[in-house]
T-cell receptor, first 113, second 113 residues
């Protein structure tokens, strides 16, 4: 089954404790992206990647890092999480062609206390 | 850079009545437009897209959308709303200059029995 898998689904952590949210897709997609969803703000792009070893900042990259060492994986790293990073996070993937829709993971609800 | 506006936070409609969710966009090149739906505690699901050709696009669950280039709009419509259509709806755009997928803030649709 074609899917985007995020882990964990839920995470509560403390300020400053490094964490990684994993994202994996099995569709051989070149394009992958991370979004955060906050009430009233919709989906805002954090980082995206056009292919292996190619990453770029989205609209709200501060406080986040990503890597794309393999085509299928695109982890999101919070080196020193803060409470304002409490949010619902989504990973998405698609082929590189602009006319194709993106596939989304189920989301990761992160709480930083 | 591309952007999307969804001017209404919430749309209330009685069951059986027509449903319209508004979306306007801004791109520098040719637009590729998408609608997604999000049910509670779920990821985003693709509904339909406009790439080129006929301005009226039909998608899943009886939804359709009308592309209007002069008004830079891509409104989502359904002739007869169901209670099960109650969800959060997102409009998104890519342009042919880059691959970034930009989302609007989302519209909460409430269908009243």
């Amino acid at each position: 089954e074609a899917q985007v898998t995020q882990n964990p689904r839920y995470l509560i952590t403390v300020t400053g404790k490094k964490l990684t949210v994993t994202c994996s897709q099995n569709m051989n997609h070149e394009y992958m992206s991370w979004y955060r969803q906050d009430p009233g703000l919709g989906l805002r792009q954090i980082y995206y990647s056009m292919n292996v070893e190619v990453t770029d900042k989205g609209d709200v990259p501060e406080g986040y890092k990503v890597s794309r060492k393999e085509k299928r994986n695109f982890p999101l790293i919070l080196e020193s999480p803060s409470p304002n990073q409490t949010s619902l996070y989504f990973c998405a993937s698609s082929p590189l062609r602009q006319n194709t829709e993106a596939f989304f993971g189920q989301g990761t609800r992160l709480t930083v206390v | 850079a591309q952007s999307v506006a969804q001017p209404e936070d919430q749309v209330n409609v009685a069951e059986g009545n027509p449903l319209t969710v508004k979306c306007t966009y801004s791109v520098s090149g040719n637009p590729y437009l998408f609608w997604y739906v999000q049910y509670p505690n779920r990821g985003l699901q693709f509904l339909l897209k406009y790439i080129t050709g006929d301005n009226l696009v039909k998608g899943s669950y009886g939804f359709e959308a009308e592309f209007n280039k002069s008004q830079t709009s891509f409104h989502l419509k359904k002739p007869s709303a169901l209670v099960s259509d109650s969800a959060l709806y997102f409009c998104a755009v890519r342009d042919d200059g880059n691959n970034r997928l930009a989302f609007g803030k989302g519209n909460q649709v409430v269908v009243i029995p």
